[in-house]
């Protein structure tokens, strides 16, 4: 059904989710993330109200581990779920539900969680969790995109994907980077399309708000030498 990144990067503190799909827009219900707090990610026969719960038990000082065990003790329907939690030290914590669709599971690495169901096999978290490790000093976005491109062409599911998006945050109330790809043929590459267009303009975006006099977005971009 769904298969998923979630990470924090230690050197800028921004938090994370990319995840693809055979449903559509799975960007509105998958990813949570509270910047300085954490990301979560709850899929499968998912209940999106405990990705809210979830983060606002890590606001109030829970660890992933923590969260994980309280959100178990307390769902009926646990066993349907899968969720990934990554907190902003860093820690993560995931769970696959006995209920899930195989191929289901998870892998728990230093600052990420990758994690799926319904797949074509375990290679396909495998392959994600490689490219989280082979990638460990790129930015958050970056990593996240290499998981789960990584995860489609280790097949994802067995029928394919239809939506997918990424879920990005730094120190601010908003999202640096909110890409969803609600439904299409190839999700994957549309999201890197959208992808590779707005990240170059990161440091732009990032900057205005304190900076009006920077101009606009398509002069600063011709100044820096990037396509727009």
């Not at 319904?118 to 995109?145: C, F, K, P």
């Not at 590459?189 to 303009?201: D, I, K, M, S």
């Amino acid at each position: 059904m769904t298969f998923t990144a979630v990470g924090c990067c230690p050197r800028t503190g921004r938090l994370g989710i990319s995840v693809a799909t055979r449903e559509m827009a799975v960007g509105g219900r998958v990813p949570f993330v509270k910047p300085n707090v954490g990301a979560v990610a709850t899929q499968a026969f998912t209940d999106p109200r405990l990705g809210a719960l979830a983060i606002r038990m890590l606001d109030l000082g829970h660890t992933a581990e923590q969260v994980l065990h309280d959100i178990a003790q307390s769902d009926p329907h646990i066993a349907w779920r899968q969720i990934g939690i990554v907190d902003r030290q860093g820690q993560a914590a995931a769970r696959t539900g006995e209920r899930n669709s195989a191929w289901a599971g998870h892998r728990v690495g230093e600052g990420y969680v990758v994690m799926g169901n319904a797949l074509v096999g375990e290679g396909v978290v495998d392959a994600m969790a490689a490219a989280m490790e082979q990638s460990a000093d790129a930015d958050i976005e970056s990593r996240l995109m290499r998981a789960l491109d990584a995860g489609t062409k280790a097949g994802g599911q067995p029928d394919g994907q239809r939506s997918a998006g990424l879920l990005v945050y730094e120190n601010e109330g908003y999202a640096i980077m909110d890409l969803r790809v609600d439904d299409h043929a190839d999700p994957m590459g549309e999201l890197w399309r959208l992808f590779n267009r707005l990240h170059p303009l990161l440091p732009y975006y990032l900057e205005r708000p304190n900076n009006p006099d920077i101009g606009r977005v398509g002069d600063w971009a011709r100044k820096h030498g990037i396509e727009h």
